[in-house]
């Protein structure tokens, strides 16, 4: 396995080449600060090697209240969730190989239907965005404020320098 | 249709650029010379055009292998398919576009209601990838690799255009531990070490995933006490005893007891 200093840059430049718009990056520090969510969701205590939660997003541009179709609303979201797996796949692999540890945590993490089993593990990709600074203004300063994201994260064993930290 | 001429390197670059981890190249002429399975699953007789299958493999994250049984590792399966699926499609497609006839073999496509009926599959991409130097037959039946020990997805692209192949694996990279038959909760594998592999009871693995579909369907014991792959030594990952306490607990979760459930009723 080779070890190559990745950059944010370079993180987010290969992320937007798998086909997302939002690329932000949260520190698992903001988990503990914050406090919004139970300790067994944390992203390190989902996996121990967490230093760094990298969060994609594609918008939606057609909400379900703007379509006439539900139809059409849930492909959209189908498609983009599909979207956003592949390219979550990728960037751990990416990461991977460059030497830092990474895994992926599917857009759907918790199933329909399935939270009452005690193994099934499940990771708010919503706080991860927000915690990476998307629903701020820097973040949205490209979308009409009101826009709806379907979102993916990857927990990963690359650290950001402090003066990394943001969204982009 | 302009006849392009390709270099392995291209095709291994195109494959990548595509999703592929692993990227191994099989002249048919391997299926002759071993005589592992019957000829009418050589990758000739499947398509009679072909000359090379194109194996492609990529890993499933150990970390979501480790969650097993699990929703996560469920959708893992679901998007390394896709991925795969797509991958080969389009390298099919790059290799047409230039000249030189393909198609992708799909990664399976039989579903679990007709493996029971007939448990065999129309292409074995294991095979492919063993005769594409991808890696050696594990005791449970799987390709295992150096990277990755058994946990990874497999597809073939079956192609025309004749290219070298890739030196197999010499040895066996399957230690032949037999913890993947230690851990397997439906007993599924027995034999004498001097076997290559396994006889495997594929009936009774089936039958368990076909009892619990939905999230719990996936089982993979097999897969995660595997000690071989450098995905390891990666995630940190070295202490294969803790699945065997897990081990007890999943014989009541497939007996439906520790579940609280006697089947699943999601989609």
């Known amino acids: 396995m080779v070890s190559v200093k990745l950059t944010k840059a370079q993180i987010i430049a290969k992320a937007k080449e798998f086909g997302a718009e939002f690329v932000g990056f949260a520190s698992i520090d903001k988990w503990a600060k914050h406090a919004d969510v139970a300790i067994e969701f944390y992203p390190q205590k989902i996996w121990s090697q967490t230093r760094t939660v990298v969060i994609l997003g594609v918008p939606l541009w057609l909400s379900i209240e703007q379509t006439l179709s539900l139809a059409i609303a849930k492909e959209q979201e189908r498609v983009t969730s599909d979207l956003l797996d592949e390219a979550a796949y990728r960037i751990a692999l990416f990461l991977n190989n460059n030497g830092y540890p990474s895994v992926n945590i599917p857009c759907d993490s918790n199933g329909e239907n399935i939270a009452d089993f005690p193994t099934v593990t499940v990771f708010s990709h919503v706080w991860a965005a927000h915690y990476a600074g998307l629903g701020q203004n820097r973040a949205l300063a490209n979308w009409q404020h009101g826009t709806q994201w379907n979102l993916v994260s990857i927990l990963s064993a690359f650290e950001l320098e402090c003066d990394q930290l943001g969204a982009t | ?267």
């Open chain 2, 1 to 267: 249709m302009i006849r392009r001429e390709l270099s392995k390197a291209e095709i291994t670059a195109a494959a990548r650029k595509l999703g592929a981890e692993l990227v191994g190249y099989a002249p048919v002429s391997r299926w002759e010379e071993y005589q592992n399975l019957r000829e009418e699953f050589y990758p000739h007789h499947v398509w009679p055009l072909t000359k090379t299958v194109i194996s492609l493999a990529i890993p499933s994250l150990f970390p979501i292998v480790e969650t097993k049984i699990s929703h996560l590792y469920r959708s893992q399966y679901n998007n390394t398919n896709s991925l795969l699926d797509k991958s080969a499609y389009m390298l099919a497609a790059f290799l047409n576009r230039n000249g030189h006839a393909a198609i992708p073999i799909c990664r399976d496509g039989y579903g679990v209601g007709v493996l029971k009926e007939k448990p065999i599959a129309a292409f074995s991409h294991v095979w492919a990838g063993y005769y594409a130097g991808l890696g050696s037959i594990g005791w449970n039946h799987t390709l295992v690799t150096r990277q990755f020990g058994p946990r990874h997805r497999l597809v073939s692209v079956l192609t025309a255009l004749e290219i070298e192949g890739d030196p197999m694996i010499e040895g066996n990279l399957c230690n032949k531990c037999r913890l993947c038959e230690k851990g397997c909760p439906t007993q599924s594998f027995s034999g004498n070490k001097q076997d290559k592999y396994s006889n495997m009871e594929k009936a009774a693995c089936t039958n368990r995933r076909e009892r619990f579909k939905g999230p719990f369907e996936h089982c993979g014991f097999c897969l995660k006490v595997c000690p071989i792959g450098e995905d390891r030594k990666l995630y940190k990952s070295t202490d294969i005893s803790k699945y065997f306490n897990e081990a007890k607990s999943f014989a009541a979760w497939s007996s439906g007891v520790g579940a609280n459930i006697s089947e699943w009723r999601g989609r």
